[in-house]
């Protein structure tokens, strides 16, 4: 599994905690650090069948400062997605990437249903 997420986020701290609480392994990734390509979004997203906005931190100040409010929906699917690879903060998170399945934000039901637990 693949955990990507940012360590200063409450909810990713909070999804961490409970994939080690359940002794889930997994290999964890700094979005900031390494932002999700697009490739890696463009799978994420066909995987995940949630509208593309889902994947868009929308509370982010990035986002904000952008107005993509706005103007994502005059975006084309690629302009968004080539958007999202290029400053991984504009990216919801976290995402955790279970071969076939992609949850982006952190619900535990969810969670807990996809991988398994």
Same mark, same amino acid.
């Given at each position: 599994?693949?955990?990507?997420?940012?360590?200063?986020?409450?909810?990713?701290?909070?999804?961490?905690?409970?994939?080690?609480?359940?002794?889930?392994?997994?290999?964890?990734?700094?979005?900031?650090?390494?932002?999700?390509?697009?490739?890696?979004?463009?799978?994420?997203?066909?995987?995940?069948?949630?509208?593309?906005?889902?994947?868009?931190?929308?509370?982010?100040? $990035?986002?904000?400062? !952008?107005?993509?409010? *706005?103007?994502?929906?005059?975006?084309?699917? &690629? =302009?968004?997605? /080539?958007?999202? +690879?290029?400053?991984?903060?504009?990216? $919801?998170?976290?995402? !955790?990437?279970?071969? *076939?399945?992609?949850?982006?934000?952190?619900? &535990? =039901?969810?969670? /807990?249903?996809? +991988?398994?637990?």
């Amino acid at each position: 599994m693949l955990f990507v997420y940012y360590p200063k986020c409450i909810t990713c701290q909070k999804a961490k905690k409970w994939l080690d609480a359940q002794g889930i392994s997994y290999q964890a990734r700094h979005i900031a650090e390494e932002n999700p390509t697009v490739e890696e979004l463009t799978k994420w997203h066909r995987l995940s069948g949630l509208p593309l906005k889902k994947f868009f931190n929308t509370s982010g100040l $990035k986002y904000k400062e !952008l107005k993509l409010k *706005d103007r994502l929906p005059a975006m084309s699917e &690629e =302009e968004q997605i /080539a958007l999202l +690879a290029a400053d991984g903060m504009l990216v $919801k998170r976290p995402i !955790l990437v279970t071969g *076939d399945t992609v949850l982006v934000g952190f619900k &535990e =039901e969810s969670w /807990a249903e996809k +991988a398994g637990c």
